[in-house]
Each structure stands twice: as C-alpha cells, then as structure tokens.
C-alpha cells in the first residue's frame, strides 16, 4: 500500500522558513519510474503546485516561487524535504505531498498524502 | 503560461450526466488529469493521460481531451460523486484549472 506522510510545524511566524518532511512507503524514492510532488491547497481554492523530484535527484519548481523553494530526497530514509524561506500570512494552506508516476512523454500524480496544515501568523 | 477554466459549478440530477469542461490554449495537445476532492478529504485521482482510469476507479468517469478544452464526464451520476473536481495538465509546469463544484440535486 502506497502511502506519503507530510510532517512539520502547524505554526510558523512571517518572514520564518518552513520545513515539511514527506515520509513514503509503499514505493521507493529511488525508483526510475517515481517521483513527489509538493502541492498546497489554501481554503477554498484550487491546488497549487510548488516543487517535484525525480529519481535522477531531476528538480522543477513553481516558477513564481522558484527564489524561495529548495526540494531534496533521501531515499534512504525515504523522505523528501521541501522548504519554503521568508513566509507570509499568504502562505497559509494545506501542503501536501503527492507520488508522481513517470510516464515516456508524461507524467502524472496518483497518490496525495493527507496533508498537513501551516498557518503562518505572529 | 497556461491557463486553465472550468466552471464554477454544475448540477445534475441523480442518474443523468454530467459534465466538466476544463478549457486552456492548444489543451488538446497537452495530456490532462482530472482530480475529485471531497469535503475536508485529499484531491483523488480520477483520469490521467486525459481519458485513463487508474484502478478501481467506476467505468462512469470518463474523460476525452480534444482542441482548447479537456471534458470529464461522469455518466449515471450518484449522490456520492458530489465534489470538487479539478482539472490539471503540465506545461513546463504543473497547472491546475480553477475547480468546479458538483452539485447533485
């Protein structure tokens, strides 16, 4: 059974940098044909994509957030990080962690973690 | 950078059909996903590769992706498909349509 774990505080304070782990199961991070996807979800809105990581340690990201988005792995642990610097009201949201499967000319997300919600707020 | 409009909402009644449109320049030429999310639950993969089921998922969801517009269909339209469903496709990045809201009466 697939499974994608996000972790990390509930509250962070503007202009801090916040850290989410995502721990997999089911999967290995190491997997030519895997890779995580980091999307948040703010109340009432539709998803937003922010970072992926492929086996080859591949990173793309949100282009608008790209300055502030840092991506990695340890398939080891089976954990990929995401952090986000300099946080502001406007981030508060939904994070989630989602399996990609790669596909020749595509890829797609199948599995989506429960999510772990941050509110950022002084 | 791509685009992606669905309606806020449909209704349907139970046992008809209903539709999704999910509209963006040249979509046809892009494969597109379909998610459901209900209430306070994780988004749901429905379609990939625009008209894909992955496992377990009812023959009543189908999807077709042709021109500027991907279409969700759910034929036979149940109580428990009320939901959020949302639109993506990947254009160099991951894009999301807006979202619409199913509504079945």
Redesign the interface.
Known sequence: QVTLNESGPVLVKPTETLTLTCTVSGFSLSDTRMGV?W?RQSPG?????LA?IFSNDEK?Y??SLRTRLTISRDASKSQVVLTMTTMDPVDTATY?CVRI?V?IL??????????TPVTVSS | SLELTQPPSVSVSPGQTATISCSGERLGTKYVCWFQQKAGQSPFLLIYQDKERPSGIPERFSGSNSGNTATLTISGTQAMDEADYFCQAWDGSVVFGGGTKLTVL
Not at chain 1, 45 to 49: I, L, Q, S, V, Y
Not at chain 1, 106 to 115: A, P, R, T
């Open positions: 996807s999307i809105k539709a998803p937003e994509w992926n793309a949100n282009t989630y499967q596909m595509d890829f797609y997300m199948d599995v989506w973690g429960k999510g």
